[in-house]
């Protein structure tokens, strides 16, 4: 019997901000880190520009190739905000103003100092057929189409509507790592190693990141992070020993 | 006479540690802000995993749609770093060791107290007819072939890398950038305003980014980033003028 896989996931940025070097994007390693436990990996991101062309083709291709896809950023009130508008294109449905979502932005801001402008009902414009997503940080829906989940840019929001539809997916078999650091050692030393090991657990992904720290006055200390990553955790654990072996034999050698 | 256009770059991101949410990618955000001052745009970035078919899918699309393509990750010498193989690929080139690189490995490893084991030569080993990239920081070259360029994973040994490219470069026009930082305002209240400054300034691209901070005891400070961008700086003071203007009249209104 083979063991559930993981579910996997893609990712669509729809960041100008991004793309200028202006914000770093956390949105990834957020929804990243969220879906980890849910037993769903991430297997693509894709940073593009506020364009509808854009967002179509990042999302039918990532659709198509990934059970979930999220997409960030654009759901807001002004003239840049796009993505509601290209994601019906993309699934080719209408889209117009509905009724549930007005009610909860009607709710939303009756309980707030601000006024519901023509501006602000743009937020309550949904692809037909999608499911709304809460928001409980500043009230306007996200929503699902089809295997789609439709998130704000701002990480905070992200994050509770990301809470909202946990529920809603299916989950596969978790991904654990293991990682060992190895200071004062270079990977070209544990190469052959590393390989063999590999090769003689092929569920189990490893990999090997050099890191550097610049000490000043031209000296770099310099190590290894060795990552095992897999689904069976016994297989795991015997790589995981394989790898510390390792690590006492090459750590300040 | 029209202005000249800014040149486009895009980013393939080849990374099963930024995938699985372990390690933050920086590269895109250092790549994008050595970019922008030679008048180059990052148009899209694809974050993938270390498996051949996806990079050669992701080099292929962004080569032909971008002027440049960046690549990191993927080129030590432990059985994960896969991406020169994949480009020759992508290129339908040989691949082997290639003596010019192996001269600079020679030199570099001569001068250090490792030696040059045959995993250390895997980093030797060049697409055929691409032209090399110095590494400063730690000898093993990265590569040109065609308009994708090939960096290390490590970020400051990307940087390096970029420093070398950059005189292959051809420069566009630059993109310059100003913002407005309104605390304690909605976008939703100065969304027709923006609206109508964008359709009066179509070369400038404008957005509008909220931001929040928690101050604790359910109490939530928010603001708006208001960010026009464009390459002709006389209408882009323009629109800023007007920014601030829009700023005094909703700043703590």
Not at 41 to 46: A, G, H
Not at 175 to 204: C, F, W, Y
Not at 221 to 248: F, P
Request: proline share 5%.
């Amino acid at each position: 019997m083979s063991a559930p896989k993981p579910v996997t996931a893609g990712i669509v940025v729809i960041g100008d901000e991004i793309l200028s070097g202006r914000t770093r994007d956390i949105n990834v390693q957020q929804i990243a880190e969220f879906l980890a436990p849910l037993g769903i990996s991430l297997t693509e991101v894709r940073i593009i520009s506020d364009h509808q062309p854009a967002i179509i083709e990042a999302v039918q291709a990532l659709s198509a190739r990934c059970d979930y896809v999220f997409t960030t950023g654009g759901l807001g009130p002004t003239h840049d905000d796009i993505t509601a508008d290209a994601i019906a294109a993309a699934f080719k449905r209408s889209i117009d103003v509905r009724d549930d979502a007005k009610a909860i932005l009607e709710h939303w801001y009756a309980n707030s100092d601000a006024a519901i402008t023509p501006a602000r009902m743009r937020m309550a414009r949904i692809p037909e057929g999608a499911v709304l997503i809460d928001n409980p940080v500043t009230g306007a829906p996200g929503f699902q189409v089809e295997n789609v989940f439709v998130l704000a840019g701002v990480p905070k929001i992200a994050r509770g509507m990301l809470e909202d539809v946990a529920d809603r997916l299916t989950r596969g078999a978790v991904t654990h790592s293991v990682s060992v650091r190895i200071d004062n050692a270079r990977e070209g030393d544990m190469a052959a190693a590393l390989g063999k090991l590999q090769s003689a657990h092929p569920t189990i992904s490893i990999g090997s990141y050099p890191w550097f720290e610049d000490l000043g006055g031209g000296k770099l200390n310099r190590g290894v992070a060795l990552v095992a990553r897999g689904t069976d955790t016994s297989e795991l654990a015997i790589v995981e020993m394989a790898l510390e072996r390792l690590g006492q034999s090459h750590r300040d050698a």
